[in-house]
């Protein structure tokens, strides 16, 4: 089946410091990844895919098919990093017809100051 | 403004009632889903729909019901069956090969 792990329910860090949330997922295809933000008191939002190979905010994500991850890396944390951040898969349950997302259960991360 | 709208923010009922959660999204997408957040074990899909009058079961259907009789809402029903109803509701939309966007949530306690 389908899933998509956070190994991490907590992760603090001081302000400055160089952050990792890892993210490791199981796919029988080819696998499409996101990371979402959930700041406090706000939606759910899309923080970056895979497929822009775009940096976000100061975060990037790489996918690594031989270890089945797709970490979120930031030099340096930021206070307003702090947030929910959630892994996401998309999933093609049937043939290609229709789509869902997998999510996992997700990482909270504290910048401290 | 474009988005997707959840009603109400919050939402009190009795056990043993059914109560149905709104989902409107002015987006166009084609797909909708719903989803459980419950702390520690992340977005649990509860049911999607790929197009109007269809929808499938996602990993926890049980003691929920949803319809699709317009390509922009995607009412969720909370039926009596559910076990253990109280929690965040989520609401998304997508078209095509876009990420999932998300409504601001129901928060729905059974008392």
């Known amino acids: 089946a389908q899933r998509v792990t956070q190994p991490e329910k907590l992760l603090s860090v001081f302000k400055g410091a160089p952050v990792e949330l890892k993210c490791n997922y199981s796919y029988s295809g080819s696998p499409e990844l996101f990371w979402y933000v959930q700041y406090s008191r706000q939606r759910l939002q899309l923080l970056l895919r895979?497929?822009s190979r775009e940096s976000i905010k100061g975060f990037t994500a790489d996918l690594n098919k031989g270890e089945t991850s797709f970490h979120l890396k930031k030099p340096f944390a930021q206070e307003e990093d702090s947030a929910m951040y959630y892994c996401?898969?998309?999933?093609?349950?049937?043939?290609?017809?229709?789509?869902?997302?997998?999510f996992g259960p997700g990482t909270r991360l504290s910048v401290l100051p | 403004d474009g988005g997707i709208t959840q009603s109400p923010k919050y939402l009190f009922r009795k056990e043993g009632q059914n109560v149905t959660l709104s989902c409107e999204q002015n987006?166009?997408?084609?797909?909708m889903y719903w989803y459980r957040q419950d702390p520690g074990q992340g977005l649990r899909l509860i049911y999607y729909s790929q197009i109007v009058n269809d929808f499938q079961k996602g990993d926890i259907a049980e003691g929920y019901s949803v319809s699709r009789e317009k390509k922009e809402s995607f009412p969720l029903t909370v039926t009596s069956a559910q076990k253990n109803p109280t929690a965040f509701y989520l609401c998304a939309s997508s078209m095509g090969k876009l990420e999932a966007f998300f409504g601001q949530g129901t928060r729905l306690t059974v008392v």
């Open positions: 996401a898969l998309r999933d093609r349950p049937r043939d290609n017809y229709g789509q869902n997302f997998v």
């Open positions: 895979h497929i």
């Open positions: 987006l166009n997408h084609d797909a």
